[in-house]
Nanobody
């Protein structure tokens, strides 16, 4: 069994920053990919950023240059540093872990960008 626990969401003004964390526990394989997705009201869930256990990363075009994904393999934790936040970044952010044929989701953390 795998559990993902996210933290770090909240309310921030436009132009501000937030850092999300997602800690994975349980049976974690050494080779995996962890990522962040988001879902705004009335919209489909979309990929924000992903990082493999080898350190390869990929980002949605809408966040390139503003968001940075990183991970600490020893802690099975992935981070999302979000800078220059915009109102359109407002969403519930979900952590996902993919290993072998298994996919796991966190419970989500709300990020609201508003003045």
């Amino acid at each position: 069994q795998v559990q993902l626990v996210e933290s770090g969401g909240g309310l921030v003004q436009p132009g501000g920053s937030l850092r999300l964390s997602c800690a994975a526990s349980g049976s974690i394989f050494s080779i995996n990919a962890m990522g962040w997705y988001r879902q705004a009201p009335g919209k489909q869930r979309e990929l924000v950023a992903v990082i493999t256990s080898g350190g390869s990363t990929d980002y949605a075009d809408s966040v390139k240059g503003r968001f940075t994904i990183s991970r600490d393999n020893a802690k099975n934790t992935v981070y999302l540093q979000m800078n220059s936040l915009k109102p359109e970044d407002t969403a519930v952010y979900y952590c996902r872990l993919v290993q072998s044929t298994y996919r796991y989701w966190g419970q989500g953390t709300q990020v609201t960008v508003s003045s």
